[in-house]
């Protein structure tokens, strides 16, 4: 529940929608202009699962080639500060730490402003399997091509997610740069669970990648 909404609208979608020919439809999303610095933020009272979470939302660009954060935790430590953003290289890079950084950045670039992407970001740093400790999903499917990746830096140890602290929503978490141009639909953040991007959404008929209902998942904590 991200409490403040901060130059954010709410849009009618329609037939962009991200929902359009499943049998789940989501009818609006959030527009965020980064001219408006706009943003969502919240401070948890009090620290959930800081091991193990899992991020989901739908996210359709509106501009591109320039560093654009999707969340991220606010921090000057290893272990409470995080970033997940679009690079200023249409790149996904998922950075957790300050100084020292585990993280990955995709090989895929991201430039099609007419197309609604299904991110799902699994953090897990109990599992021993480096790969099992950060996944990224994009429309379903996992992503296994990375241009940096190192992920044998995480430990099993608290990180920044989920601290009691200030999460954004768009922006730099430490600043005021690095807004979102983009809409956001059907936006959920799991506490304590690693799921799979089919707790999300599923494939239609035409093989088409589709929300669904979640309001059956639970959600922990602070999710």
Same mark, same amino acid.
């Given at each position: 529940?991200?409490?403040?909404?901060?130059?954010?609208? &709410?849009?009618?979608?329609?037939?962009?929608? +991200?929902? +359009?020919?499943?049998?789940?439809?989501?009818?609006?999303?959030?527009?965020?202009?980064?001219? *408006?610095? #706009?943003?969502? $933020?919240?401070?948890?009272?009090?620290?959930?699962?800081?091991?193990? =979470?899992?991020? @989901?939302? =739908?996210?359709?660009?509106?501009?591109?080639?320039?560093?654009?954060?999707?969340?991220?935790?606010?921090?000057?430590?290893?272990?409470?500060?995080?970033?997940?953003?679009? +690079?200023?290289?249409?790149?996904?890079?998922?950075?957790?730490?300050?100084?020292?950084?585990?993280?990955?950045?995709?090989?895929?670039?991201?430039? *099609?402003? @007419? +197309? =609604? !992407?299904?991110?799902?970001?699994?953090?897990?740093?109990?599992?021993?399997?480096?790969? *099992?400790?950060?996944?990224?999903?994009?429309?379903? &499917? /996992?992503?296994? &091509?990375?241009?940096?990746?190192?992920?044998?830096?995480?430990?099993?140890? $608290?990180?920044?997610?989920?601290?009691?602290? #200030?999460?954004?929503? @768009?922006? /730099?978490?430490?600043?005021?740069?690095?807004?979102?141009?983009?809409?956001?639909?059907?936006?959920?953040?799991? *506490?304590?669970?690693?799921?799979?991007?089919?707790?999300?959404?599923?494939? $239609?008929?035409?093989?088409? =990648?589709?929300?669904?209902?979640?309001?059956? !998942?639970?959600?922990?904590?602070?999710?």
């Amino acid at each position: 529940d991200m409490s403040a909404l901060n130059g954010v609208t &709410s849009a009618i979608v329609g037939a962009a929608n +991200a929902a +359009a020919g499943g049998s789940f439809q989501v009818d609006r999303s959030l527009r965020f202009n980064s001219a *408006d610095s #706009a943003y969502l $933020d919240k401070t948890f009272s009090s620290a959930g699962n800081r091991k193990t =979470w899992t991020w @989901s939302g =739908w996210v359709k660009r509106s501009k591109l080639g320039a560093k654009q954060q999707i969340f991220g935790v606010q921090g000057t430590s290893d272990t409470t500060y995080a970033e997940n953003y679009f +690079a200023s290289d249409d790149k996904l890079y998922l950075r957790y730490g300050y100084n020292s950084v585990a993280e990955v950045r995709t090989t895929q670039v991201f430039r *099609d402003p @007419s +197309a =609604w !992407l299904h991110i799902v970001i699994v953090f897990d740093v109990t599992q021993s399997t480096n790969t *099992d400790k950060l996944k990224l999903y994009i429309n379903g &499917s /996992e992503v296994t &091509s990375f241009s940096t990746d190192t992920r044998s830096s995480f430990s099993n140890q $608290d990180y920044g997610i989920n601290r009691a602290g #200030a999460h954004k929503i @768009s922006g /730099e978490p430490n600043s005021s740069s690095g807004y979102l141009d983009a809409y956001l639909a059907e936006v959920n953040f799991i *506490d304590g669970q690693a799921l799979n991007p089919t707790d999300f959404g599923e494939y $239609d008929d035409n093989n088409n =990648w589709n929300p669904k209902d979640t309001s059956g !998942l639970t959600f922990g904590t602070n999710g």
